[in-house]
């Protein structure tokens, strides 16, 4: 059999050392405005829609914001027929 070769190293010791989180409450203000600073910074990691791309996906949004409303509509004068009819019937 394979020997194995066994080493005698102790182990890494972690250089890294903790952090101690500080568990007092911020100010009123300075709570807005870290506020403010942190929606500054996510709002710059944002990936904002070229003018041509705005443009298309809000013709889209219409368009079917507008067959909606047309079947919606052709739904409700149906219902509203068959109601009618229903009532002279009885």
Do not use: C, H
């Amino acid at each position: 059999m394979a020997e194995e070769k066994k080493t005698n190293s102790a182990p890494v010791k972690a250089t890294t050392t903790a952090v101690k989180k500080d568990d007092t409450k911020l100010g009123f203000f300075k709570r807005i405005g870290k506020w403010f600073r942190e929606m500054r910074s996510e709002l710059k990691k944002v990936i904002w829609p070229t003018p041509k791309a705005l443009t298309k996906n809000s013709l889209v949004s219409v368009a079917v914001m507008l067959v909606s409303a047309l079947l919606l509509w052709g739904f409700d004068l149906l219902a509203d027929g068959l109601v009618k009819a229903l009532f002279t019937w009885l």
